[in-house]
């Protein structure tokens, strides 16, 4: 027998006066980078590359075989790790082959087969010589372990994003000019980030990539014509929303100007449009990171940036964006007697778990910051109804129930917010991917009955078990 079911989740967050909403894990001396599904969390530590999950407390990567340093950029829901570390490696491109004794290269770790190097690529009107000299860079991994980074700029005129697949190997995108970066690349296989050519040469537009085809995501002064205003792509969702900063008055100064202009968080919209999400009061710069499943988008406000040919990053204070309760600094979000100061953050998961850098009690530590409060519930089909709309849209049902502690996850209710409809068999689990080869199921550790969640390919949630 089958049963239709609903299965959503939503973070409700109390009220603004309410004194914490976050609880915090203190992660120690670990500078932490990214967080998965799951709640583990990767980061760095006197040059190496850790894993930390509650359970198990904290695993050093290693580096690679002839290597001496490594760092952990993003994890995927499959526990795979990519970053950056050096050590020798194959570079190939025109007809070419370098062999390197220590290239600073993009890696994966797994558990099953440790940390493998991926090489890399020569660009165009390089010389293979020099190709042992130039950097590539890993910024995300999907859940098909898809990585996507960026190379050094060479020759003062050329940069590239890449993508590298178990297929495929690593191949080269992007307009050349400088600054081209690649930063995060969703499940639905959408690479997000920053590119120029001839006319935007060292001011970039945040560009989304898909299918190898590159849009321009235009700036808060205009579209893909307007080249006196910058901008970048740096978080994306399953849904296909992008977040990032756009300049909000014309770059001066030439090359690179925009380290001098005023940068505003923005969220570039479903129909083509960009948003500009403002800064927290008293600051004039922002810029977004991350945004999860929900919406929930994470950045940084302040007064001060980096500048020159690096990516765009805003100093000053963390915040939380989101539909319902706008922008706000995540300090005012936790228990005030805490002894801790949030100087950052880096990455913010499915239940809203966000993981950063900040000061305890004046000393430097990592944090995971959990919500007190995460819901989800089942519904029937029949009291959603069949409108495509309803399914869409988060409503609040009052069907309340017992919470439980679901282990590392945020604590669990069955008020509700209806969002995905799937045909889900009897205890089974099932996932609808895009294609059947790019199907895959995992089981919540923490479920003991055999009820569980489904997560697969670019459905970030589909459907629990009604037994």
Known sequence: MKQ???????????????????????????????????GQVVGNLNGHAFIWAKSQGMRDLGTLTGGTLSSAAAINDLGAVTGTA????????????????????????????????????GGPDSDPFDWCNTPFYATGINDFS?????????????????LWTSADGMTLFGGSWPPTFANKISNTGQIVGQNSDAATWGIGHATSWKSGVATDLGTLGGGADVVDYASSANGVNDLGQVVGWSTTTSVSGGAFGWCGSSAHAVIWTGGGGIRDLGTLPGDTLSAALKINFFGQV??????????????????????????????????????????????SVSDINLWGQIVGSGTRNGQPHGFLLTPRVFYWVRVSATELGENSEARERPRLSNAGAKQENRGSQPATSSWEAASVVEECPFKSLLCNAPTPDQSFTSRFPHNKRGKGLVFGSHCALNCALNG
């Open 298 to 343: 994470l950045g940084s406000s302040g007064n001060a940036a980096t500048c020159g040919i690096s990516r765009y990053e805003v100093f000053g204070r963390p915040f939380i964006w989101s539909e319902r309760n706008g922008m706000r600094d995540l300090n005012t979000l936790i228990r005030a007697s805490s002894g801790w100061v949030l100087n």
């Open 146 to 162: 898809q990585v996507v980074g960026y190379d050094e700029i060479y020759l003062n005129d050329y940069q590239f994003g890449f």
């Open 86 to 121: 050096d050590g020798p490696a194959t570079v190939v491109g025109r007809g070419y082959t370098q062999q390197c004794s220590d290239l600073t290269q993009p890696f994966i770790w797994t558990r099953g087969n440790g940390m493998q190097g991926l090489g890399a690529v």
């Open 4 to 38: 239709r079911v609903v299965v959503a989740f939503v973070l409700l967050l109390v009220p603004i006066a309410s004194a914490q909403v976050y609880t915090i894990t203190d992660l120690g001396p670990l500078s932490p980078t990214a967080i998965n599904t799951w």
